[in-house]
């Protein structure tokens, strides 16, 4: 069982440039969300999907797009990357949203991103 | 604006010296606390979730507990595997589908 799969695991970009961070699960879970993590600062939630179709936004959307075309992906776009993006992104999902109570998520293992 | 703030930021202890980290919240009408282990390079591994005050749970050396303003991770003779940073989250009442993380307690225990 591969829980959540994330890819790359290492990236670095130019100021500018443009890429997808992969996400994929294959628990069937309904709610996916992506976190970046920044020393000092805690995880903090950029989006985050309670099913195919339907996504919203977290913490810190600014410069990130996603969508949710199936329930096993949820790919996190950088429209054009700034040296602030540097990070490490986590992606995140769980079996239920019940619309009140998040259950326990399950993480994958991160995406450390750099852009010069 | 839900708030966490954990406490102290690191902590060193000998192999056996029980301690306890604190997280301290503010939300509007709490629906879930929960505490995530986070070992170096890796994602966060769930641990607890408690939902009212007075809640405690326990798994092997860790026992976590809440009340209406913090909750505590209690360490109980931790062991050197014990490192890792841990995290608390909550989820307000009017923060569906979002959480909010503190910055995380590093502990380190020597042997």
Not at chain 1, 40 to 67: C, F, K
Not at chain 2, 32 to 55: C, H, I, M, N, V
Request: glycine residues 10%; aromatic residues 10%.
């Amino acid at each position: 069982n591969a829980g959540v799969t994330q890819t790359p695991k290492f990236q670095v970009l130019k100021t500018g440039q443009s890429m997808t961070l992969q996400c994929a699960q294959d628990m069937n879970h309904e709610y996916m969300s992506w976190y970046r993590q920044d020393p000092g600062m805690g995880l903090r939630l950029i989006h985050y999907s309670v099913g195919a179709g339907i996504t919203d936004q977290g913490e810190v959307p600014n410069g990130y797009n996603v969508s949710r075309s199936t329930t096993e992906d949820f790919p996190l776009r950088l429209l054009s990357a700034a040296p602030s993006q540097t990070s490490v992104y986590f992606c995140a999902s769980s079996y239920r949203y019940t619309g009140t109570t998040n259950e326990k998520l399950f993480f994958g293992s991160g995406t450390q991103l750099s852009v010069l | 604006e839900d708030q966490v703030t954990q406490s102290p930021e690191a902590l060193r202890l000998q192999e056996g010296e029980s301690s306890s980290l604190n997280c301290s919240y503010t939300v509007s009408g709490l629906r879930g606390l929960f505490w995530y282990r986070q070992d170096p390079g890796k994602g966060p591994e769930f641990l607890f979730t408690l939902y009212s005050a007075g809640e405690e749970k326990e798994k092997e050396r860790l026992k976590a507990t809440l009340t209406k303003k913090e909750s505590f991770l209690h360490i109980t003779a931790p062991k050197p595997e014990d490192s890792a940073t841990y995290l608390c989250a909550v989820q307000g009442g009017t923060s569906y589908g979002k959480l909010t993380f503190g910055q995380g307690t590093i502990l380190t225990v020597h042997p």
